[in-house]
């Protein structure tokens, strides 16, 4: 091969070497924890009705079954104060979703039963829709006797199935 070639091919050959060749990047270095920083308490969060931590410490909320006379739909007055709150609750929390169970004792036929636990179940939702509640946050089952809290066949076995029970199905 003539020079001038040799030379040509020489030059070609390097800078195709050079087109080919790789960049070496360092590895990563390791990658260092944040400095830690102080932990600092959570700050004292005032009573706010919108604060779902409250449905489970707040008294009046923890409660959450109303009671009725024999063969009733009347809330007894004790239940009163605990419906206002949870009607306070809707009110202050729209994306919050119950659903109200009536019960009833084990005298009567199914059907009557069913129909007694629909009133109980309803006149629990009139009351919490009285103190702030909104319709579309409340659903009324009636369980009639089919659930009950206690089994005896006396009185003051029947007088615990006779409610209505709130049950939060979405807290906020």
Known sequence: MNTPIRVLVLAMAVAGLGACATKKTPPPEPSSPPP???TQAAPVQEESWTNPALLDSKPCLVSRIAYFDFDQSVVKSEAMEMLKCHGKWLAANPGARISLEGHADERG????????????????????LANGGRGEQVTVV???????????????CWSKNRRGEIVYTAKQ
């Open 36 to 38: 830690s920083q102080p």
């Open 109 to 128: 036929t199914r059907e009557y039963n069913l129909g007694l636990g629909e009133r109980r179940g309803n006149a629990v939702r009139d009351l919490l």
């Open 142 to 156: 009636s369980y009639g006797e089919e659930r009950p809290i206690c089994t005896d066949s006396d009185e003051s």
